[in-house]
């Protein structure tokens, strides 16, 4: 952007060279008009045509300007978009590490939870192992069915570590692709 204000600086400074020129030229031909005298239709002649030439330059440079003031125009609103997605982005990702954080969250406590079950289940087995030898469960059905309803907890409880697990996978996922278009667009933006 500097370099395209630069640009434009120059070509107003070129501009007003030549529009000084041509004012000096015109100066120079009125005075030739009044002393017209000495002045051949020749000398006439090649000044119209030099003046023409002044005036060809300076549309040229005006030309040159206004396409210079449109790049900038485009530059400055394609820089303008880009930031506004950047902060977008920057924000979308923000909020991706908030729920990353309440995922692990939740992921901890249920392990927590798992890892107190599996232990109370190892506790348990070990006692039935025990209630076993000095009894045996023939004739017990509360015990088969308490047995039962905690392998059944059990089970679904690793049932849901695992999808918790896999839910945790594809947030990481998608926050690592957050990621690498946060790259890009600070890539594409330098």
Avoid: P, W
């Amino acid at each position: 952007e500097k370099k395209k204000e630069d640009e434009v600086i120059a070509v107003r400074l070129e501009n007003i060279k030549l529009i000084n020129k041509l004012k000096k030229r015109e100066a120079q031909l009125k005075q030739k008009e009044e002393l017209a005298d000495g002045l051949h239709l020749i000398d006439f002649e090649q000044l119209k045509i030099e003046n023409q030439t002044y005036n060809e330059k300076i549309e040229e440079r005006n030309e040159d300007l206004l396409k210079l003031r449109k790049k900038i125009t485009t530059t400055v609103q394609v820089l303008t978009h880009v930031k506004e997605k950047l902060q977008f982005v920057q924000a979308e990702n923000a909020g991706q590490r908030e729920k990353l954080k309440l995922v692990e969250f939740e992921v901890a406590k249920k392990r927590d939870i798992l890892s107190r079950t599996k232990q109370a289940r190892d506790a348990l087995r070990i006692d039935n192992v025990k209630q076993r030898k000095k009894c045996g469960l023939i004739g017990q059905e509360s015990l088969l069915r308490d047995l039962e309803v905690r392998k059944d907890d059990s089970e679904s409880l690793t049932a849901a570590i695992g999808q918790l697990q896999q839910r945790h996978i594809d947030l990481l996922m998608q926050v690592d692709g957050v990621r690498q278009k946060v790259d890009a667009v600070k890539v594409n933006s330098m």
